[in-house]
């Protein structure tokens, strides 16, 4: 999977339907929808009037928002939600949050100070033990290093000075490296935090499609 990371913002939202999962008749086999089926797949009976091996339970979603996330790296699609948009090639913005959740993103425009547009986002939380010893600055350096010349338009480069750069620099700044060394690069940073998040939103995602095109999916219970 190849992961492009820069470009600009989009305000498009989407709301993000609860993923259900329960076993109606056979242990083998998970019922994933939206809304429970009235006649259940494997066997044909009527699922409201039998009783269900495991009661509908919601599957969590892989996506956040930045209000509810401080102190996190926040990623997103540069076009459009992951939900509706997203594919393996899609490019992806980058953003991070201050300790009250609010969003700051550099694009071609320059830098945006806005959680409103990252409600649909992957979240990368950056543990307490990273930010032990920052946390009390963190917000003011954040705003401070935001405003430095280098994140004004005319020093954006598509694929070199961008959102990524952005952001990596500003933990960097915050000497965070010390204790995440991928910090230093953006492949490593990419391979060990970013990859493992958009792998299981983009699971999540072609399951919600899947349900949304057939009304429920049937899985095969893994054995544990
Ligand atoms: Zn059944």
């Not at 393996?88 to 913005?93: A, D, I, K």
């Not at 950056?126 to 032990?132: D, G």
């Amino acid at each position: 999977m190849t992961i492009e990371i820069g470009g600009g913002t989009d305000m498009e939202y989407d709301c993000i339907r609860k993923v259900k999962c329960f076993q109606h008749c056979d242990k083998n086999y998970n019922i994933l929808c939206f809304q429970l089926p009235f006649i259940c797949p494997l066997c044909r009976r009527n699922v409201s009037c039998s009783e269900s091996r495991i009661p509908p339970y919601s599957i969590p979603s892989p996506f956040g928002d930045a209000m509810s996330s401080p102190y996190s790296v926040l990623i997103k699609p540069t076009y459009g939600s992951f939900i509706r948009d997203y594919e393996n090639s899609s490019n992806l913005h980058i953003g991070i949050t201050d300790s009250k959740g609010v969003a700051y993103d550099y694009d071609e425009e320059g830098i945006h100070v806005n959680s409103l547009s990252w409600n649909q986002c992957v979240v990368i939380p950056l543990s307490k033990a990273l930010i032990a010893g920052v946390q009390d600055g963190w917000d003011n350096n954040l705003y401070q290093f935001s405003r430095n010349h280098r994140w004004s338009t005319d020093w954006y480069r598509d694929s070199s000075h961008n959102c990524f750069t952005f952001v990596l620099q500003f933990l960097h700044h915050m000497d965070i490296n010390r204790l995440m060394p991928c910090v230093a690069s953006r492949s490593e940073f990419c391979k060990e935090q970013i990859v493992p998040h958009t792998t299981r939103a983009a699971q999540f995602i072609g399951l919600y499609r899947q349900i949304e095109k057939e009304g429920f999916v049937i899985q095969v219970v893994k054995p544990s």
